[in-house]
């Protein structure tokens, strides 16, 4: 439909990530292609992007979009919020459906002032109905509605319903929709919609994604492939936000991306595909573990294929014992195989923390645990253990240990001394100082059983080397005379 950078523009929305579904090209309707473009002019719209405002970055962006149009395109642009402040009737037909004329669409778009509201779902209903009135089966054939919208709809309305109830009437559309600067807002029901007219939702968060997403939106044919993968994401019974991202199989190239919300008008999440292999990625949104699923699946003869993923939630209960007691240690949970922490604490000795109870993303971890009280702080890992839904399922480690108590002294009086503790291999595990209170000399150690050096060096400079086992369970003590 672009009779240049049409191309350009697909590419630079893929490689950003940006589309919602790439779709093949199909044969163009009869008659000329038809294009009606509705523009957010409400108040908001003079907001800055960069130091612009965005209705300026939309007038020039839309001026150029009309200079690239096929000469036979026809076009109408709709308006809304452009001449009053808080009426949801703002909506204005600016340009009718008609033969293009670049001119007359570039002073209309430049003669919009922001003010009102945001109408959307009165809006693409007044498309309709402009559409109702054009040649073809009830509606233009092929024609391609445009939405570029900087916010959501507040009037009331619910687009997704209106959008949906226009497809069962019978008018033939693609409704695309372009998000313009709406990153940080629930664009569920814009997606939604999108997702009823059999088009795209497109995200635009400055000039030229605004650019690459209109001359997308206006290249891409009116007819969409008859293939379907229709993903559902649930947890704990209920609809679950999720992204989705599909890659040819062969290429590993994106053949789309879209995202479920928990709105049953976009979950199921449904993404139109021509036929082949495919490759899926859905990860859940705002949930740590376990969170991403993996699938390939086949379209063939226009089919659907319909994918329900899980991410309920189990338990995972961690228990922590030193010589068979309650005792404090770190956990890390980190997904099998892989580096992914899906959760961290501590376990404490209090029965009311330990054992540790946690609600995990149903999937398989490795638990990784570190002894808080044992000098060395030693480290168990234990093997996979599986999370199931709505499960529950306890890991335990006993960590072995202990005491060394090593004091420094002269004659039978406490001295000032340094000690390191070194195990078998000739890695220090512990240190301190005595000092020359009884609160502090002999110096206490818990350790894991085993031979160990102690190195007992007076402040003084004298010092003395002992060797000693630990016995779990057991005490040790030993008082050290550095020039003895």
Not at 46 to 75: C, F, M, P, S
Request: glycine letters at 12%; aromatic letters at 4%.
């Amino acid at each position: 439909m672009l009779s240049r950078k049409s191309s350009f523009a697909v590419a630079v929305l893929l490689c950003a990530g940006l589309a919602t579904t790439t779709l093949a090209q199909a044969p163009a309707p009869d008659g000329p292609p038809t294009v009606l473009l509705i523009l957010d002019a409400s108040g908001s719209m003079w907001g800055q992007i960069d130091g612009e405002n965005k209705i300026v970055i939309a007038r020039r962006v839309l001026g150029d979009l009309v200079e690239d149009l096929a000469a036979d395109t026809e076009v109408g642009v709709i308006a809304y919020g452009h001449r009053r402040e808080g009426d949801c009737d703002d909506i204005e037909t600016v340009v009718p459906i008609g033969a293009l004329d670049p001119a007359a669409l570039k002073g209309a778009v430049n003669g919009l002032n922001p003010k009102g509201k945001t109408p959307i779902t009165r809006s693409v209903s007044q498309a309709f109905d402009l559409l109702r009135q054009r040649p073809g089966q009830g509606g233009s054939a092929g024609a391609t509605v445009i939405l570029v919208s900087d916010g959501l709809e507040t009037c009331g309305g619910d687009p997704c319903a209106t959008v949906r109830a226009a497809k069962e009437q019978g008018i033939d559309f693609v409704l695309h929709i372009v998000g313009f600067d709406v990153a940080k807002e629930d664009v569920s029901s814009l997606e939604c919609a999108a997702q009823a007219g059999g088009g795209l939702f497109l995200s635009a968060e400055n000039a030229g994604e605004l650019s690459a997403a209109l001359e997308a939106a206006v290249a891409l044919p009116a007819e969409i492939p008859t293939g379907r993968l229709a993903v559902k994401v649930i947890a704990d019974g209920k609809l679950q936000d999720a992204a989705i991202a599909v890659t040819h199989a062969e290429s590993g190239e994106q053949a789309g991306v879209g995202r479920t919300y928990t709105d049953p008008g976009t979950n199921p999440r449904i993404v139109p595909l021509p036929d082949g292999k495919y490759r899926a990625k859905v990860t859940a949104v705002g949930i740590r573990g376990a969170a991403t699923r993996h699938f390939e699946f086949e379209i063939a003869d226009g089919a659907t294929v319909e994918r329900e993923e899980d991410f309920s939630t189990g338990e995972l209960v961690i228990g922590v014992t030193r010589n068979g007691e309650p005792s404090d240690a770190t956990f890390h949970v980190l997904v099998a195989g892989t580096t992914d922490e899906a959760a961290s604490g501590r376990t404490y000795t209090a029965p009311t923390s330990n054992p540790k109870t946690l609600r995990i993303v149903s999937g398989t971890y490795e638990v990784k645990i570190g002894s808080v009280e044992i000098s060395g702080h030693p480290e168990a890992i234990l093997g996979e253990v599986t999370v199931e839904p709505r499960g529950s399922v306890a890991v335990s480690h006993d960590f072995a240990s202990g005491t060394l108590k090593v004091g420094a002294q002269r004659d039978g009086t406490l001295v000032d001394a340094t000690l390191n503790v070194t195990d078998a291999n000739g890695k220090s595990v512990a240190g301190g100082r005595t000092y020359t209170s009884t609160n502090s000399n002999p110096k206490t150690f818990e350790l894991e059983p085993g031979d160990y050096r102690v190195v007992v060096s007076e402040i003084r400079g004298e010092k003395k080397e002992i060797r000693v086992t630990v016995i779990q369970g057991e005490t040790v003590e030993r008082m050290v005379d550095p020039g003895g």
